[in-house]
């Protein structure tokens, strides 16, 4: 992929792209390469931004991973709400969680569902997502629905959970008016890569992207049906 090329050392980066830059200079002479700070973007000679290159990429695609929130049993934390409501989301376990590709999924046949939680957040300020079962994420929504008028931006909520079979305890405790949200199709994309999938790429609507994504998920449950079943035959032949 493009940005395992910014694992190189920088000098050969330079070298690398010095290279690059020849070669579109005899294809595209209305283009120059300018390196930001390791980030290559393209302009046209009056300054404006081309059409995607292959070298825009970073910031829009979605391809930093953000931490992943979870209670442990006897754990306390506090975050500061970036979204309006939870990303539902079907999951199997197939030893680690796995989506659900929903309607045509080969692991909803042999395998139970399990319902997560996704929420955008700021913990020990880096945006981050919030994972809750089910139970923990109605807990949630009802306190702030009751008590705060719904699930809002900026609202400092501290999460508590006293043992492994308990849910999760939320409590508001302060709001910061200033607080804004995540786009819908940015936050499912972080979600997305934490379960190795692509996020979106630049400049692609919701819909393309959900197409593109649930593809790539049916293929997926297919696979791990086949080793679900392998594993299966292999444990009866054990006998
Ligand atoms: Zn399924």
């Excluded at 006897?74 to 197939?94: A, D, K, N, Q």
Aim: positive net charge; hydrophobic residues 35%.
């Amino acid at each position: 992929m493009l940005w395992s090329v910014y694992r190189f050392p920088r000098g050969l980066l330079r070298l690398l792209f010095a290279y690059r830059l020849n070669v579109v200079a005899l294809d595209a002479d209305e283009y120059v390469f300018v390196d930001v700070d390791a980030r290559l973007s393209c302009q046209g000679p009056n300054g404006t931004t081309g059409g995607r290159s292959m070298f825009t990429n970073d910031s829009e695609a979605g391809s930093t991973r953000w931490p992943l929130v979870r209670v442990q049993a006897g754990g306390e934390t506090e975050i500061v709400v970036c979204g309006s409501r939870f990303l539902p989301l079907t999951t199997h376990w197939v030893g680690q969680t796995t989506v659900c590709a929903g309607d045509g999924c080969a692991l909803c046949d042999v395998l139970p569902v399990r319902g997560l939680f996704y929420l955008p957040v700021v913990c020990g300020s880096r945006p981050s997502i919030l994972e809750l079962s089910s139970t923990s994420a109605s807990h949630f929504e009802q306190h702030c629905k009751l008590l705060h008028g719904g699930i809002r931006p900026g609202l400092v909520v501290r999460l508590s959970r006293r043992g492994r079979k308990q849910p999760v305890y939320s409590e508001v405790v302060s709001c910061i008016e200033t607080a804004s949200t995540v786009p819908l199709l940015d936050f499912v994309g972080k979600v997305m890569i934490l379960f190795h999938f692509p996020g979106p790429n630049p400049g692609e609507d919701f819909p393309s992207y959900e197409t593109r994504l649930r593809a790539m998920v049916l293929l997926r449950a297919d696979r791990e049906r086949r080793r679900y079943e392998s594993r299966s035959s292999a444990g009866l032949s054990g006998r």
